[in-house]
C-alpha cells in the first residue's frame, strides 16, 4: 500500500459518516502530473471513486439515523401502557397512509438514483482512457502477472510505471479468470481467455502499490500478488532502456537500437 500519503486517515474519515472527501482533506500534492496537449488536466476517476464513496458512507448513515430514531419514536409512542393492552394505533386518513409510504420510499429511493447516476457518469468516464498514455500488456495466468512493454521488455508480477503518465492494462488470461486489482489505484478488472479487458490509472507520484488478484482462480490465489512501482519518469525511461538492452542480444537485435523512451504511444 503506499506509504507515502496520510490516506487511510481521510478513509477513516469517511469511514465515520464526517462526511469528509478524503481526496479533499487528505490529497497529497501531485509531483507529476503535466497538463495535456489541450492544457487541460487529465480527469482522475480515482478522486471520483473516493468522494462517491464518501457520499455512499455519509448518505446510508444520515438515512439510517433518520429511519432508527422515527422506529424508536414510534416503538415508545405506541408502546403498551398496561399488562393486557395491546397499543392504540392511531386512525389516519388514506391520504396521510399513502403519504407514510410515499414519501419516506420516495425520499429513499431519490438518494438511491442520485448515487447510482453519480456512479454511471463516472464509470462512462473511467471508460474514456486518456489518449496520452502509456500501453503494457498483461497475460494472467495460475499464479502470476506477467506483463509485456511496448518495446518487448517483460515483466512478471511487478509494472514499473512512469509518475504523471496514465497506464493502460490490456490484459487477458492464459488460463481461467483472474481479476487484476489494484487499491490505491481504485482499478479492478476480470481478466479472462480468448477475450482482451482494460484498466487505466493515474499515478502522479513515485511510490509502490500492492496488485492482487481479486477473483478466486485456485488454490494458490491468495499468493497471486505483484506490486506497481511508480518511477520519476527519468528513472523510469533509464530502467526500461536498460531491460531493453538486455533483451535486445537474446531476441538477435543490436543492443543500440533504441528502447522506445518512455513506452509512450502517440494520441490515438
Ligand atoms: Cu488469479
Given amino acids: 500500500m503506499r506509504t507515502d500519503d496520510c490516506r487511510p486517515r481521510g478513509r477513516a474519515a469517511a469511514a465515520l459518516g464526517l462526511g469528509v472527501p478524503w481526496v479533499l482533506a487528505a490529497a497529497p500534492a501531485a509531483a507529476y502530473e503535466p497538463p495535456t496537449a489541450q492544457g487541460t488536466r487529465i480527469p482522475d476517476p480515482a478522486q471520483g471513486w473516493d468522494v462517491l464513496w464518501a457520499n455512499v458512507v455519509v448518505s446510508i448513515t444520515v438515512i439510517g439515523l433518520i429511519f432508527a430514531v422515527v422506529m424508536a419514536w414510534f416503538l415508545w409512542r405506541y408502546r403498551a401502557r398496561g399488562p393486557g393492552e395491546v397499543g392504540r394505533m392511531p386512525k389516519l386518513s388514506p391520504a396521510a397512509v399513502i403519504g407514510w409510504a410515499v414519501i419516506p420510499t420516495f425520499l429513499f429511493m431519490a438518494e438511491d438514483f442520485y448515487l447510482a447516476a453519480k456512479g454511471w457518469a ?44 496514465p497506464v493502460l492494462l490490456r490484459m487477458t488470461s492464459r488460463d481461467t479468470l483472474h481479476s487484476h486489482f489494484i487499491p490505491d489505484f481504485r482499478v479492478k478488472e476480470d481478466s479472462m481467455p480468448g477475450r482482451v479487458t482494460y484498466l487505466w490509472f493515474h499515478p502522479k507520484q513515485p511510490g509502490e502499490h500492492i496488485v492482487s488478484c481479486a477473483e478466486y482462480c485456485g488454490v494458490m490465489h491468495s499468493y497471486m500478488a505483484g506490486k506497481v512501482i511508480v518511477m520519476a519518469p527519468a528513472d523510469f525511461d533509464r530502467w526500461l532502456a536498460t531491460e531493453h538492452a538486455k533483451l535486445a542480444p537474446a531476441a538477435g537485435q543490436t543492443a543500440e537500437q533504441p528502447a522506445a523512451p518512455g513506452a509512450t504511444k502517440p494520441a490515438t
Fill in 122 to 165: 463516472l464509470w462512462n468516464q473511467y471508460r474514456d482512457v486518456p489518449a496520452d498514455r502509456m500501453e503494457v500488456k498483461l497475460e494472467s495466468g495460475m499464479y502470476s502477472w506477467d506483463y509485456t512493454y511496448e518495446n518487448g521488455v517483460r515483466t512478471q508480477n511487478e509494472l514499473r510505471v512512469p509518475a504523471g503518465k
